[in-house]
């Protein structure tokens, strides 16, 4: 009968040592949006903007968790889109450039980038 008590006593002195209270949280949160290329690339200063390169939205996180997977709701030119991280700290999803101001922001944050793209119309160059 005393094995079975020793059992009891051991189960319980494992499951109170074996939870820590000095665990702080991560906080996960997106760190930066900006316009990129497609793959990622950046887009250098004064580049030209053409109609027939595709673009996207990159978001960098500070930290990722493949076991919980970190949602980051962000906006382009008004219209909300989710990207969910879980295998890598930063994410590029494609878009489509409207002529003007192009506003990208996470929502909830001051993080906000934009984009002037003018388009040409029917505009030929002709040497």
């Not at 996960?28 to 887009?43: L, M, P, T």
């Not at 949602?71 to 409207?98: C, E, H, K, Q, W």
Request: with cysteine.
């Amino acid at each position: 009968m005393k094995i079975k008590q020793y059992y009891i006593l051991a189960l319980v002195m494992f499951l109170f040592l074996g939870c820590s209270d000095h665990e702080e949280p991560v906080t996960i949160n997106a760190k930066s949006i900006s316009f990129v290329h497609a793959d990622g690339s950046k887009i250098a200063e004064g580049e030209c903007i053409s109609p027939n390169v595709k673009y996207g939205i990159k978001i960098e996180t500070n930290i990722v968790d493949v076991y919980r997977p970190f949602r980051v709701d962000y906006s382009v030119n008004g219209v909300i889109y989710t990207m969910t991280f879980a295998t890598s700290t930063s994410l590029v999803n494609p878009i489509t450039l409207t002529n003007g101001d192009n506003t990208a922001q996470i929502v909830g944050t001051n993080e906000k980038t934009v984009l002037k793209y003018v388009d040409q119309g029917d505009f030929e160059l002709v040497e």
